[in-house]
């Protein structure tokens, strides 16, 4: 059986709800689009299990309640809190994972927030294959659609 995961970064839009709503839904970036059309179509047996990289709140499962707020994610940001992603990745692995495969889309300035984390042989391990969304936003977009529709993401 197939074990996906995907690590993806937050987005500066949001919807400006009130209250708390899950952040799938509360982030409304492309990303978050392509995302929630795409689980729409698949299979629930076929969901990956989806982890956000927030500025604000670290790494967190997409299902976890947040309100809206501001707050964009900068180098000084992404070293603060590698040490809190790394050990929230590894409590998540040791609870759901290992993984078969893992697609990890983040832009440039979330990339060093994970680094700590992807240096560890054992979390490198419980991730399986994992592969990178590259390029522009656009391409990074349909490498995302792919990855999630199960073709190969890298082409």
Same mark, same amino acid.
């Given at each position: 059986?197939?074990?996906?995961? /995907?690590?993806?970064?937050?987005?500066?839009?949001?919807?400006?709800?009130?209250?708390?709503?899950?952040?799938?839904?509360?982030?409304?970036?492309?990303?978050?689009?392509?995302?929630?059309?795409?689980?729409?179509?698949?299979?629930?047996?076929?969901?990956?299990?989806? /982890?956000?990289?927030?500025?604000?709140? %670290?790494?967190?499962?997409?299902?976890?309640?947040?309100?809206?707020?501001? @707050?964009?994610?900068?180098?000084?940001?992404?070293?603060?809190?590698?040490?809190?992603?790394?050990?929230?990745?590894?409590?998540? /692995?040791?609870?759901?994972?290992?993984?078969?495969?893992?697609?990890?889309? *983040?832009?440039?300035?979330?990339?060093?927030?994970?680094?700590?984390? *992807?240096?560890?042989?054992?979390?490198?391990?419980?991730?399986?294959?994992?592969?990178?969304?590259? %390029? %522009?936003? %656009?391409?990074?977009?349909? @490498?995302?659609?792919?990855? *999630?529709?199960?073709?190969?993401?890298?082409?």
């Amino acid at each position: 059986m197939t074990r996906r995961l /995907l690590i993806t970064a937050c987005s500066a839009t949001k919807r400006p709800d009130p209250g708390l709503m899950p952040a799938i839904r509360r982030y409304n970036g492309p990303a978050f689009t392509t995302i929630r059309s795409a689980l729409r179509i698949l299979p629930v047996a076929d969901h990956p299990q989806i /982890l956000i990289l927030s500025a604000r709140y %670290g790494l967190i499962r997409a299902d976890r309640p947040i309100p809206d707020y501001d @707050q964009r994610m900068d180098a000084t940001g992404a070293t603060t809190i590698a040490a809190g992603v790394q050990s929230a990745l590894r409590e998540r /692995l040791h609870r759901c994972g290992p993984y078969t495969e893992t697609l990890i889309h *983040l832009g440039a300035a979330y990339q060093p927030a994970l680094a700590l984390a *992807l240096a560890n042989a054992s979390i490198q391990r419980e991730l399986g294959m994992c592969r990178f969304t590259d %390029g %522009g936003i %656009g391409r990074r977009l349909g @490498q995302l659609k792919r990855w *999630l529709a199960g073709v190969d993401a890298t082409a």
